[in-house]
């Protein structure tokens, strides 16, 4: 089975530009989450959705969007890039369903942008 | 708010040896506990999945243990190989949400031949 793919592998960006980061979940799972990590720290949380609803949002300013479409695939939208948003971006899938605590996160290879 | 925080921040050990990574989290009220694997430029593997009512996880080499109350967890990896050098990250699914994960900074592990 397919794990979590995320697409592009890597962006270049310059500063105020918009980027769009796509992500498809693992098949049957109906939950995505969006983790920004910089170099040499963990993984933040910006967002997830469950069957297409924002279940959370993390302290990342509302120059940072998401969605989820009907087939649970998701995209991250940045505008007006910042030198500061070069990370990886990640894309983790789960089952989701609420009050289950043995549902891991699965995670995808991630997207690496940097901004010029 | 959760704050976790993993220690050593990075260690090197020969192969064979036997190890510990060691996480701590400040608030106890979590609803699980994963520990992950990152290889240099990629995304993170799932190793192990601990319930906040479990003890420990084994995943053949690998055992994890979650001590709640005092808010610790230890990765044992037994008889480490070349392979299993990576960033090792630990993160709690805080029990006030119940989605978003909050990662510790990780531990980089070299394992010399």
């Known amino acids: 089975d397919a794990g979590v793919t995320q697409s592009p592998t890597h962006l270049i960006k310059t500063r105020g530009q918009h980027v769009t980061l796509r992500c498809s979940p693992i098949?049957?799972?109906?939950?995505v989450s969006w983790y920004q990590q910089v170099l040499g720290q963990g993984p933040q949380f910006i967002f997830q959705?469950?069957?297409?609803?924002?279940?959370g949002r993390g302290n990342f300013p509302d120059r940072f969007s998401a969605r989820q479409f009907p087939n649970y695939s998701s995209e991250l939208n940045v505008n007006a890039l910042l030198l500061g948003d070069s990370a990886l971006y990640l894309c983790?899938?789960?089952?989701?369903?609420?009050?289950?605590?043995?549902?891991?996160?699965?995670f995808g290879d991630g997207t690496r942008l940097s901004i010029l | 708010k959760q704050e976790v925080t993993q220690i050593p921040a990075a260690l090197s050990v020969p192969e064979g040896e036997n190890l510990v990574l060691n996480c701590s989290f400040t608030?106890?009220?979590?609803?699980?506990l994963q520990w992950f694997r990152q290889d240099p430029g990629k995304g993170l593997t799932s190793l192990l999945l601990?319930?906040?009512?479990?003890r420990e996880q084994t995943s053949g080499r690998l055992n994890a243990s979650l001590d709640k109350s005092s808010g610790r967890s230890t990765l044992y990896i037994a008889a480490s190989q070349p392979g299993d050098s990576a960033t090792y990250l630990c993160?709690?699914?805080?029990?006030?949400?119940?989605?978003?994960?909050?990662f510790g900074k990780g531990t980089s592990l070299l394992v010399t031949p």
């Open positions: 983790a899938s789960s089952l989701g369903q609420v009050g289950r605590v043995d549902q891991p996160q699965h």
């Open positions: 098949s049957g799972h109906k939950s």
């Open positions: 959705y469950y069957e297409k609803e924002e279940r």
């Open positions: 608030d106890s009220a979590i609803y699980n």
């Open positions: 601990i319930q906040s009512s479990q």
């Open positions: 993160a709690v699914t805080p029990g006030n949400s119940g989605y978003a994960l909050n």
